[in-house]
């Protein structure tokens, strides 16, 4: 079974920064396309950025110049670096693939990014 746990998140003032993580097992992690994707409260899951196999990035405009998205294929991980952050950006934020969750099966348990002062 294909598993994806997230952590990094936590609460940070805006203008701050967080490093979220997301452990993959259960696939060939380094020939998937891997994105995080944002739910805030009363709202749509988004996606945030995507990273292909390749290396290859993407960023939804409301990001763009602020995060980064980066995979380590030996560690099976990706990353997204968050900087200089919005109150909008609060929400639990998600690895899965680009494609959607059925690609994997199901979604993890997200970790929760709130930007508060």
């Known amino acids: 079974q294909v598993q994806l746990v997230e952590s990094g998140g936590g609460l940070v003032q805006p203008g701050g920064s967080l490093r979220l993580s997301c452990a993959v097992s259960?696939?060939?992690?380094?020939?998937?396309?891997m994105a995080w994707f944002r739910q805030a409260p009363g709202k749509q899951r988004e996606l945030v950025a995507s990273?292909?196999?390749?290396?290859?990035?993407n960023y939804a405009d409301f990001v763009k110049g602020r995060f980064t998205i980066s995979r380590d294929d030996n560690k099976r991980t990706v990353h997204l670096q968050m900087n200089n952050l919005k109150p909008e950006d609060t929400g639990v934020y998600y690895c899965?693939?680009?494609?959607?969750?059925?690609?994997?099966?199901?979604w993890g348990q997200g970790t929760q990014v709130t930007v508060s002062s």
């Open positions: 899965n693939s680009p494609a959607g969750p059925s690609v994997f099966g199901s």
């Open positions: 259960g696939i060939a992690f380094s020939i998937y396309h």
């Open positions: 990273i292909l196999s390749g290396g290859h990035t």
